[in-house]
């Protein structure tokens, strides 16, 4: 009976200390790596425009840096429960004023993009910044970590494709310009 009682006691601990771990040290951990790599795509983006292979006053520049800020600042908001919701939301509503205005700059933006190489250059970005995105909110839902992320994975694998290249299709680019958008607000008030 005594043992017992220490073994409930050392569980009880074990659990405690695990969820004080995963939800105030893991979370802070990956809300910060998640920052730094958000970052460094940016000044990738900084260092590519200062290489000349984009120009700073070209509108598809400062949409992305932009968009770039808004998803540094919008981190921490950013759980699979409100990209979930975001997402569910569109679909219910459908398009906002403020996606139809982002989708028309973004469409306007690169029509009046000066190279192709520019194009790329903020689609590679684009990309970038949605799996940093996408392995943000996975890293920070159990489960999604453990059991929906395993099964994708699994039936990715069946067709021959990826998890990355999966979030970055273009059968996912309208659910990321959901995001986009919010992100895209938050770094126009900076």
């Known amino acids: 009976m005594n043992n017992l009682f220490y073994?409930?006691?050392l569980l009880t601990?074990?659990?405690l200390s695990t969820w004080w771990l995963w939800f105030?040290?893991?979370?802070?951990?990956y809300i910060d790596d998640t920052r730094q790599k958000l970052f460094k795509i940016r000044d990738q983006l900084f260092l590519a425009a200062l290489d000349g292979k984009i120009g700073y006053d070209e509108t598809l520049?400062?949409?992305t840096r932009t968009t770039l800020n808004g998803a540094i600042q919008y981190s921490h908001n950013l759980s699979a429960v409100r990209f979930a919701g975001a997402l569910v939301v569109a679909k219910i509503i459908g398009e906002t004023f403020q996606l139809q205005q982002y989708r028309a700059s973004w469409d306007n933006a690169f029509?009046?993009?000066k190279t192709e190489e520019s194009k790329e250059l903020i689609k590679r970005v684009h990309a970038q910044m949605h799996l940093t995105?996408?392995?943000h909110v996975v890293r920070g839902s159990?489960?999604?970590?453990?059991?929906v992320l395993p099964i994708l994975i699994l039936l990715l694998m069946l067709k021959k494709k990826t998890v990355d290249a999966f979030v970055t299709s273009k059968r996912t680019e309208d659910e990321w310009i959901t995001i986009d958008v919010e992100a895209n607000m938050m770094g126009r008030q900076c």
């Open 61 to 63: 520049y400062k949409m």
């Open 111 to 113: 029509e009046e993009a």
């Open 24 to 29: 105030f040290k893991y979370k802070s951990f």
């Open 133 to 135: 995105l996408f392995h």
């Open 13 to 15: 601990a074990l659990m």
């Open 142 to 147: 159990l489960i999604l970590k453990f059991i």
């Open 7 to 9: 073994v409930y006691i």
